[in-house]
């Protein structure tokens, strides 16, 4: 009954490679979001989707693309991983106002 | 360009005595304000939001936060700290509308101890 879930919870993965993160939301909402949180525990938002598209484009290196398939699921692709995308992404939805988190996925890049 | 203060990385008290956690905010129009927690390895949990109506806000867990317009400040309060308690705060805000977004503060963490 999980409200908002990610896959995986953790990658670890060199540097040069590509790579993927899903996010699926049971809640029926409208607004799914990508958040990066540093080793510093700041929160910074990436993307947001609206029922499929995007809304929101945070200054993100074109190397992260996300994907809404449907307005269940935002997933995020990144090419070409640099040490520097070390850290934790939070899937998120909302429908009114209040964002409810997924539990993260911490991708560590050597 | 809208921004959340949070001034106290971190936040020591001991249990049983009241705490309070500092936000202050600035944002374009009427804010629509929020508190997370985020415990080790977890994700953000939604504790308490502003959005209209009565200043004081009662959330989750017995915390509360009291919105403040002249102050721009939304600060969290318990009267009485647990050891459970401690765990990473961040507060969050957001304009008024369909399409903002959501700026988090830094984030402060609470130790409260025995």
């Known amino acids: 009954d999980t409200a908002v879930s990610q896959t995986p919870k953790y990658l670890v993965t060199q540097m040069g490679n590509d790579k993927s993160i899903k996010c699926e939301q049971n809640l029926g909402h409208d607004t799914m979001y990508w958040y990066k949180q540093d080793s510093k525990k700041f929160l910074k938002i990436m993307f947001s989707?609206?029922?499929?598209?995007?809304?929101i484009n945070e200054t993100v290196p074109n190397r992260f693309s996300p994907k809404s398939p449907d307005k269940a699921h935002l997933n995020l692709h990144i090419n070409s991983l640099e040490l520097g995308d070390s850290a934790v992404y939070f899937c998120a939805s909302s429908q009114d106002r209040q964002q409810y988190f997924g539990p993260g996925t911490r991708l560590t890049v050597t | 360009a809208q921004s959340v203060a949070q001034p106290e990385d971190q936040v020591n008290v001991a249990e049983g005595n009241p705490l309070t956690v500092k936000c202050t905010y600035s944002?374009?129009?009427?804010?629509?304000l929020f508190w997370y927690v985020q415990y080790p390895n977890r994700g953000l949990q939604f504790l308490l939001k502003y959005i209209t109506g009565d200043n004081l806000v009662k959330g989750s867990y017995g915390f509360e936060a009291e919105f403040n317009k002249s102050q721009t400040s939304f600060h969290l309060k318990k009267p009485s700290a647990l050891v459970s308690d401690s765990a990473l705060y961040f507060c969050a805000v957001r304009a008024a509308g369909t399409a903002s977004k959501l700026t988090f503060g830094t984030g402060t963490r609470l130790q409260v101890t025995l």
């Open positions: 989707y609206n029922n499929k598209e995007l809304i």
């Open positions: 944002v374009s129009g009427n804010p629509y």
